[in-house]
């Protein structure tokens, strides 16, 4: 599987921010796809992930009701829907694919590249 993460950017606090994540490979529409991030300095942090079937979600509490995860199965697509963005979500985000649900890193298996979210205040 190849992940490849897009969609981030600078904006101000309180704005909306949609993530994509697009993933080549057969396995992908039986894989749970996780969002992480890591700002400046800090551990890698779990955000939210889906099941790959029903869509069953879940979400750190640092994130839940501002971030939503979804995803499209045809085509491979994973997305992170940020609301209400305050400058401490400034990071680097990454999607990445787990076979079982997991909120641990190093459960996952591939990783995109990243992409950078600057929140200014």
């Known amino acids: 599987v190849q992940l490849q993460a897009s969609g981030g950017g600078l904006v101000q606090a309180g704005s909306s921010l949609r993530l994509s994540c697009a993933a080549s490979g057969r396995i992908f529409s039986s894989s749970v796809m996780g969002w992480f991030r890591q700002a400046l300095g800090k551990e890698r942090e779990f955000l939210a992930a889906i099941r790959s079937n029903r869509g069953v979600t879940l979400y750190a509490d640092s994130v839940k009701g501002r971030f939503t995860i979804s995803r499209d199965n045809r085509p491979n697509m994973v997305y992170l829907q940020m609301n209400s963005l305050k400058p401490d979500d400034t990071a680097v985000y990454y999607c990445?694919?787990?076979?079982?649900?997991?909120?641990?890193?190093?459960?996952?298996?591939?990783w995109g590249q990243g992409t950078l979210v600057t929140v200014s205040s």
């Open positions: 990445a694919r787990v076979s079982h649900y997991s909120t641990q890193q190093y459960d996952y298996n591939f």
